[in-house]
């Protein structure tokens, strides 16, 4: 069922067979999700679709992250080769919408029971006033700590960079291992520490670009003087695996990370035993704390030639029953909160911690333009961590491309 991540052009379907108005036809899904470690159990879920719609032919095709934005984008400004179903980011979303490639899904199937979604998750599937997408899972950042390491280097979980610092120069001297992995290839994880500061990328209700204010300053700063000083290691290439296996084969003591890293890291020879796994809040800077918010929506493509089986599918996908089974093998957090109550989620300890986390997680503008706000500042908050240039220049540059990203904004 796995076709190539070129989607289906297979037009020959349509939304009911015309006797019995069951669904028919074929639904093209595009998944995002991590491939070795979600993927499976999100293609098993969604073949499942076609045992209660016998007619319906459901293509799972995996496609990495960093690829299907622009794929998805191509395809439907083609106008062929786009999926029925995308996987799509939060940020993602907005653009899609904007550009007109997502139907909009008020009043069809695929959008039950509204306001049983967490209003922070639903505000990512608005658009002047339409809703182009379904929440399927939420998330934001904490810290993962390698408990057994915490142990033997006699630290507690740091809740402030002063204590990040001072838990890391002990964990070096007592088993010479780094404290912390810190992403250096992706401008995600150098939120927590800008919000830390009191800062922000923009102030979308002001329309200002803010990323080169002092707290931006002070950020890029503070991370640079993570990397300058051993606390934090960090890579400017192929962060994610890097990341991954400093912490999975305990080279490090933390990283920080979000629930789709749980299943991979799980796998980890230092995770074997899974209750060796802690997380906890990312740690609080000189003024605030916080998170940022991501996650992702199922959209339905505005051009798909089976509408209806899509619609289905999608509110099949995102379904209480749906979003359960995929905490219980992921630990991924639900959208509806109704799933928050079956038994399989209530229990689930990643859920517990990350939970709040996400209800406390900075909210992000949700404009077209949001996720466009990550390639500039990724050249250079990986250039500043790297010695290729300083702080003040790296957030002043990033600042000047958000201003002509965001026409008029001061
Ligand atoms: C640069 C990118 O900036 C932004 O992305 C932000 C994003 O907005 C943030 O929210 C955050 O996303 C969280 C996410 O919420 C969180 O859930 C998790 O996702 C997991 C899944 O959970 C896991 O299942 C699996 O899928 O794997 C997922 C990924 O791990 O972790 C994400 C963070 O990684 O951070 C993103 C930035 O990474 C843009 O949106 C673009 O994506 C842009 N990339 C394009 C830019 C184009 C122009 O240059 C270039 O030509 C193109 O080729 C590039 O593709």
Not at 137 to 143: A, F, P, Q, T
Not at 312 to 318: I, L, W
Not at 319 to 334: G, Y
Request: hydrophobic share 40%; glycine share 8%; proline share 4%.
């Amino acid at each position: 069922l796995a076709a190539t991540a070129c989607g289906s052009d297979d037009d020959s379907s349509d939304s009911t067979s015309k006797s019995s108005g069951e669904l028919s036809g074929t639904v093209t899904w595009w998944d995002t999700s991590t491939a070795g470690s979600e993927d499976k159990v999100f293609k098993k879920i969604a073949e499942g679709f076609e045992k209660l719609h016998p007619k319906v032919d459901v293509k799972y095709v995996n496609v990495p992250f960093g690829d299907a934005q622009n794929k998805f984008k191509n395809a439907a400004q083609a106008g062929s080769g786009a999926p029925d179903v995308i996987r799509s980011e939060v940020a993602w979303t907005p653009e899609f919408a904007d550009l007109g490639y997502l139907a909009p899904l008020d009043g069809t199937t695929a959008l039950q029971k509204q306001d049983d979604f967490l209003k922070q998750a639903a505000a990512s599937t608005k658009y002047n006033g339409k809703t182009f997408a379904v929440p399927q899972v939420i998330d934001s950042l904490g810290i993962f700590y390698n408990k057994k390491i915490f142990k033997e280097a006699g630290v507690e979980v740091p809740t402030t960079i002063d204590e990040l610092k001072s838990a890391s120069k002990k964990i070096k001297s007592k088993t010479g291992k780094t404290g912390l992995y810190l992403r250096g290839d992706d401008a995600y994880w150098f939120l927590p520490f800008l919000y830390g500061e009191g800062g922000d990328m923009v102030n979308a209700s002001d329309k200002a670009v803010t990323i080169d204010n002092a707290a931006g300053v002070k950020a890029m700063k503070l991370v640079k003087d993570l990397v300058d000083s051993g606390v934090a290691k960090t890579d400017a290439t192929d962060g994610w695996d890097n990341m991954q296996a400093s912490f999975k084969d305990g080279d490090v003591a933390m990283m920080i990370n979000g629930p789709w890293a749980v299943a991979d890291t799980y796998a980890g020879k230092e995770f074997k035993d899974k209750a060796n796994l802690g997380v906890a809040p990312v740690p609080a800077g000189s003024v605030a704390q916080g998170a940022p918010q991501g996650g992702h929506n199922l959209a339905v493509y505005a051009g798909s030639k089976n509408l209806e089986a899509s619609y289905a599918f999608v509110d099949y996908m995102t379904s209480v029953k749906t979003q359960a089974q995929v905490t219980k093998e992921l630990n991924l957090l639900p959208t509806r909160t109704s799933a928050y109550a079956e038994e399989s989620v209530v229990d689930n300890e990643i859920v517990g911690f990350f939970k709040p986390v996400v209800e406390s997680a900075v909210e992000r503008p949700w404009i077209p333009e949001t996720g466009s706000l990550f390639a500039p500042l990724v050249t250079e908050y990986t250039k500043a961590l790297t010695g290729q240039t300083s702080p003040e220049k790296a957030v002043k540059t990033t600042g000047t491309a958000y201003r002509k990203l965001l026409d008029g904004w001061k």
